[in-house]
């Protein structure tokens, strides 16, 4: 009989007042035991603040490298811990974002991106990021 992956059980949200991201958190979304949600109310923030916005930097093409000394499960916590970091940090567009948690949502083994058009607001945010790190720490920390 082949050994079949669990279904996710739970919803991890991201983004709403007083969320956080646990050790238990990242460890259930990086094997595939939850889903993850973005609080409606930073996407509506986000949406507000990039339309009411004058000093909008254009979008330019960005791939987000998943570093390839990573396993599956180490990469899909260090994108959880990027979406967190993108969330927390109030970036203008709600696409990276939503792609991010589509990506984790969907259960396919690619978690490649591609490129996306971001601001160089969240180039700067991608570029600085320690989200690889804080992934895999927060899976060493629940293990």
């Known amino acids: 009989m082949a050994d079949k992956k669990p279904k996710a059980s739970s919803v991890i ?15 259930a979304v990086a ?3 939850a889903q993850v949600r973005i609080d409606s109310s930073i996407l509506d923030k986000f949406k507000s603040s990039s339309s009411s916005s004058n000093r909008k930097s254009p979008p330019v093409k960005f791939h987000i490298p998943i570093p390839k ?16 970091k993108l969330l927390l940090s109030g970036s203008a567009s709600t696409v990276l974002p939503v792609l991010i948690s589509n990506v984790l949502n969907a259960g396919s083994k690619n978690l490649d ?4 058009e971001v601001s160089a607001e ?17 899976i060493l920390d629940y293990e």
């Open 113 to 116: 991106l591609g490129e996306v």
């Open 31 to 33: 094997n595939g035991l």
């Open 69 to 84: 000394i990573l396993t599956f499960e180490e990469s899909r916590a260090f994108l959880l811990a990027l979406l967190n």
């Open 122 to 138: 969240e180039v700067g945010i991608l570029d600085k990021s320690c989200a690889c790190l804080y992934g895999i720490c927060g």
């Open 13 to 27: 949200t991201l983004g709403g007042k007083g969320s956080s991201l646990s050790a238990a958190s990242v460890f």
